[in-house]
């Protein structure tokens, strides 16, 4: 698959928002999309786009003084397995060594084995835990893991 890495700007919202609301219960509008990259400190990312400028996948990490955090990352389903996700996360890494972050942080919803095995494979580590944190649409409750990885600066 044909595709580049590129920073995560205004122009991608629309599509970062369907491709959102395709892989969490949760979706975020273009609107919140378009707040968040405009008006919130210290926020980046990247989206991995074909040449004809389709979203394959991105991500959003929020950088303030020490410690950096993933807001949120999904590939589209057909993309899937095919190292986008990594690449998302070891090219926001790359920028978090130039800016001198030194932590990066996640949640995750414990049971979805996917991004566990994806986090698991960059050597994230559990270093907490929230009881109850996600209401699914269910009405069935899961933990959050709390995951970090040391950026040795
Ligand atoms: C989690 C997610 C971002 C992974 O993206 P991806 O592009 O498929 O991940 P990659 O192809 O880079 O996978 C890298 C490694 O993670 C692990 N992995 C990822 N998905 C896996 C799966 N379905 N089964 C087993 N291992 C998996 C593997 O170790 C894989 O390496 P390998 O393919 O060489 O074995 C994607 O599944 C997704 O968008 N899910 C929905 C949204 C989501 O849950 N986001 C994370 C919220 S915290």
């Given at each position: 698959?044909?595709?580049?890495?590129?920073?995560?700007n205004?122009?991608?919202?629309?599509?970062?928002?369907i491709?959102?609301?395709?892989?969490?219960?949760?979706?975020?509008?273009?609107?919140?999309f378009e707040?968040?990259?405009?008006e919130?400190?210290?926020?980046f990312g990247?989206?991995a786009?074909?040449?004809?400028e389709q979203?394959?996948?991105?991500?959003?990490?929020?950088y303030i003084?020490d410690?950096a955090?993933?807001?949120?990352?999904?590939?589209?389903e057909?993309?899937?397995?095919?190292?986008?996700?990594?690449?998302?996360?070891?090219t926001?890494?790359?920028?978090?060594?130039?800016?001198d972050?030194?932590?990066?942080?996640?949640?995750?919803n414990?049971?979805n084995?996917?991004?566990?095995?994806?986090?698991?494979?960059?050597?994230?580590?559990?270093?907490?835990?929230?009881?109850?944190y996600?209401?699914l649409?269910?009405?069935?409750?899961?933990?959050?893991?709390?995951?970090?990885?040391?950026?040795?600066?």
């Amino acid at each position: 698959m044909d595709y580049k890495i590129v920073s995560f700007n205004f122009e991608i919202c629309e599509q970062a928002s369907i491709l959102h609301a395709s892989a969490f219960e949760r979706p975020w509008s273009k609107n919140e999309f378009e707040i968040l990259v405009t008006e919130s400190p210290g926020i980046f990312g990247f989206k991995a786009v074909s040449s004809e400028e389709q979203l394959y996948g991105f991500i959003l990490l929020q950088y303030i003084i020490d410690d950096a955090e993933i807001l949120t990352l999904c590939v589209l389903e057909n993309c899937r397995r095919q190292g986008i996700g990594k690449e998302l996360i070891k090219t926001a890494i790359n920028k978090l060594f130039i800016k001198d972050a030194k932590r990066l942080l996640l949640e995750v919803n414990e049971y979805n084995k996917e991004a566990l095995l994806l986090y698991k494979s960059l050597n994230f580590n559990t270093y907490g835990r929230r009881k109850n944190y996600y209401l699914l649409n269910d009405k069935s409750q899961a933990d959050a893991l709390l995951l970090e990885i040391k950026l040795n600066n």
